[in-house]
């Protein structure tokens, strides 16, 4: 098996006040600490590119990949330990700094910027859930541009991954948008890293893959469209309901995890169902987010779209630690989000 992570240049991060700095620590430098080239390259091979994601794996984890003993596994979680020191206590004046870093992505709507603060937040897992042809994969086309821009112009000046379920992306459109941004359509394209998943399997080793990807370039964004489908194909009925949740939740914890080791913005869409009390007369007819308490966990921000008059939307923050409850009014157009127009 070849590995998902290769040394080549180490990936810069810009924080908010344009100072460039290293992103993250890479696994080479375990070597400095005591551990050999070939622990490293194990580790490399199961996906394992930064030393934060080894402090971000279960002994468990680490104890299965072939060729690792459970001494070498804490030899090497101890030194991981003292390289990267962002998983130990910090004072609030440090985690404050931190987030300093952090980027936001226009969304091409100023109402929508404003009420998201700024745009879509790196180190952050957005979910955005709808019904079917309500918007939710023109915001992730604009976003795939919208990620490339440059800082001055809110973007996250850098590359995107997209991972598509679905089979709903579409090159023509990223072409459309980049022009309405100032953008060669055939750089925006270049700066996209597609693939599309088959499989709840599929998926969990492109995130893997992606990770591998991000250590040699900047990537300010990681788009999955959707994050439930192929959950909802795999695992049917009540009988594997708690098998679904279970993956599910590893799936979401990797992606977490990606969102803090290289401070990029990570955004899902997800599918909605009929909310069983609203067949009730005295109940309004609510669809509710797929995936449960499990995803509405794992969401920093979520975000509910409904359909508005014509091509217009109405998105709603559904749930947010920072972001009060507010909604605002967007517009589909054939250069992506746009503000909506009289």
Do not use: W
């Amino acid at each position: 098996m070849s590995s998902f992570c290769q040394s080549k240049s180490v990936a810069k991060q810009v924080s908010a006040k344009g100072v460039e700095e290293e992103a993250f620590v890479e696994i080479d430098k375990l070597q400095s600490a005591g551990i050999n080239v070939a622990d490293i390259n194990k580790l490399k091979t199961a996906g394992l590119c930064t030393v934060l994601s080894i402090i971000q794996a279960t002994k468990k984890e680490l104890c299965n990949i072939k060729g690792l003993s459970e001494a070498k596994v804490e030899k090497i979680v101890e030194a991981a330990q003292k390289l990267d020191q962002s998983s130990s206590f910090q004072s609030g004046s440090e985690v404050m700094s931190r987030r300093q870093n952090i980027l936001r992505i226009t969304t091409g709507s100023e109402q929508f910027d404003k009420m998201l603060m700024g745009g879509f937040e790196s180190m952050c897992i957005t979910e955005i859930f709808g019904e079917n042809r309500c918007g939710k994969t023109q915001i992730c086309h604009t976003l795939c541009v919208a990620a490339q821009l440059p800082l001055e112009m809110n973007g996250g000046n850098g590359k995107v991954c997209f991972i598509d379920t679905e089979g709903t992306f579409r090159p023509e459109r990223i072409v459309k948008i980049a022009e309405r941004f100032g953008v060669q359509g055939d750089v925006a394209l270049d700066n996209i890293m597609y693939a599309r998943a088959y499989t709840h399997e599929h998926l969990n080793q492109l995130i893997s893959a992606a990770a591998g990807k991000m250590i040699e370039e900047k990537f300010a964004l990681l788009i999955v469209d959707s994050i439930i489908a192929l959950f909802r194909t795999e695992f049917s009925g009540r009988g594997e309901l708690a098998e679904r949740q279970q993956i599910l939740n590893k799936t979401l914890s990797k992606l977490n995890k990606l969102a803090d080791q290289f401070n990029i913005a990570i955004v899902m869409t997800n599918h909605v169902m009929a909310d069983p009390a609203g067949g009730m007369s005295f109940m309004p007819n609510v669809a509710k987010p797929v995936g449960g308490h499990v995803i509405g966990h794992a969401s920093h921000v979520r975000l509910s779209l409904r359909k508005g008059k014509g091509e217009q939307r109405v998105c709603k923050v559904y749930g947010s630690p920072h972001l009060p409850e507010s909604e605002c009014v967007i517009q589909l157009s054939d250069g992506g989000i746009i503000d909506p127009i009289d």
